[in-house]
């Protein structure tokens, strides 16, 4: 069960006393952020009469955007409330509960429980608040894509062999099965593989491949044979359908295949891929795709994930789409890169879009030349600022599911600061201001 409602868990007399900068940008925030409509939506994913009470949806959700305002674990985000006051005005919660409010691992199952749709409530609320107080305006779009890079390390053939022994040892383990290969003989090998030459790797390819063959087929019949619960088999036979896939692209490796679809690159991160962007350095990296659309003033309107490396041709369409649906209309521009450009992304574009730039000056008119190129060369510094300084760098959840989630939260995060950013510098009207119940009208 869950309480669809909150209630302020400082008094007056404690926030005057301990809150003595107004002016503090989580005071600022608590204020915009609209808690109760997000409880509310929140509710459907709580059974209503069975169970006990939860914790306070209004502190889970306070964290959860705390954690990537501020780019912390969950661990360090528990702690910090703790210790500050601001943060502790910010999740709403009182001095007698302090010490023991929540676990960290309480966040984790709150993310697996709410998944990408609970934590796109959060985000599209968040975001509405902003534009229907006219913070975020959508007369033009910016549109780029970039890899959101998973937590692995660089991946090589002979690694994700040898991982592959431990991954079957851990099935072995919980279900009591003896190991059925020299763990010795293996250990060696792979101690003699980190002391090898690069030009040997081929050769200890093939040596470990033949050992995780053998081992493959007794553990393809001790999974076929197991007899265990039904979410035990389920994660059983999830692996074995992993390691036909690796023993499939080894095959193709040791064949002379340069190019492998759906390459394998990680055993904790099946749906990683390599990806190229046409950069120097890094030449390839590991992940998923991020497409993203930015307005002019560099607010994050449309995020989405992709398996592999989708055509950026392909994708303009639904991304134009997605942008007018989150907006309420298209915009008068779009700008885009030569990776977009294409006769159909021409022709699919509506009238009500007067300027169309995909990547060549031409595009346009010779009076709209200077603003569309000014545009694309913002688009980059606000990927570059979403990669390197508001966590869009690399995913620390698993999985395109960890992806989705993790991008939304750092989507509510990236365009709250963009909104602190522009409250400080008065960029923002009166009437918004007082919309968002920042400033009282005269």
């Not at 369409?317 to 989150?326: E, S």
Request: aromatic share 10%.
């Amino acid at each position: 069960m869950i309480l669809s409602h909150f209630e302020e868990a400082c008094t007056q007399e404690w926030v005057d006393t301990q809150i003595t900068n107004l002016a503090h940008e989580l005071v600022v925030l608590r204020q915009v952020i609209p808690w109760q409509t997000i409880i509310m939506r929140l509710g459907q994913f709580y059974d209503h009469t069975n169970g006990r009470l939860g914790k306070s949806l209004r502190t889970m959700v306070a964290l959860l955007i705390l954690a990537r305002l501020r780019q912390l674990s969950d661990q360090e985000v528990v702690q910090q409330v703790k210790e500050n006051r601001y943060y502790q005005y910010f999740c709403n919660v009182s001095d007698g509960a302090l010490a023991t409010f929540v676990h960290p691992s309480v966040l984790c199952r709150i993310r697996q429980r709410f998944g990408p749709p609970g934590i796109a409530i959060i985000e599209t609320e968040v975001f509405e608040r902003l534009r229907r107080a006219g913070v975020i305006q959508g007369e033009t779009l910016l549109m780029d894509s970039t890899v959101l890079e998973s937590s692995i390390v660089y991946p090589h053939d002979v690694r994700l062999l040898y991982k592959a022994f431990g991954k079957m040892a851990q099935v072995a383990q919980r279900h009591a099965i003896p190991l059925w290969w020299n763990q010795a003989h293996l250990k060696k090998r792979w101690r003699a593989f980190g002391l090898a030459k690069k030009g040997e790797r081929l050769a200890y390819l093939a040596e470990f491949f033949l050992l995780f063959m053998s081992a493959l087929e007794s553990f393809r019949a001790h999974v076929t044979a197991l007899k265990a619960a039904k979410h035990a088999k389920e994660q059983a036979h999830g692996l074995l359908d992993v390691l036909t896939v690796l023993e499939n692209q080894t095959r193709q490796k040791l064949a002379g295949v340069r190019h492998i679809e759906h390459r394998l690159v990680s055993l904790d991160e099946v749906e990683a891929r390599p990806i190229k962007k046409g950069k120097t350095h890094p030449a390839c990296e590991f992940g998923t795709t991020l497409q993203l659309t930015f307005n002019r003033q560099g607010f994050l309107i449309t995020t989405e994930n992709f398996i592999g490396q989708p055509n950026d041709k392909t994708l303009y369409g639904g991304t134009l789409q997605q942008f007018k649906a989150r907006m309420g209309g298209y915009p008068t521009t779009v700008v885009t890169d030569l990776g977009f450009r294409s006769p159909e992304n021409f022709k699919q574009t509506p009238e009500a879009v007067t300027q169309v730039f995909l990547g060549r000056s031409d595009d346009v008119s010779e009076m709209h030349q200077e603003r569309c190129c000014t545009a694309r060369s913002a688009t980059e510094g606000f990927i570059a600022v979403a990669k390197h300084l508001r966590g869009f760098g690399c995913s620390l959840y698993r999985g395109l599911r960890g992806d989705q989630i993790w991008t939304l939260l750092n989507q509510t995060a990236y365009n709250l600061k963009k909104f602190l950013q522009r409250y400080w510098q008065e960029e923002l009207e009166e009437k918004s201001l007082q919309r968002l119940g920042l400033l009282t009208a005269v």
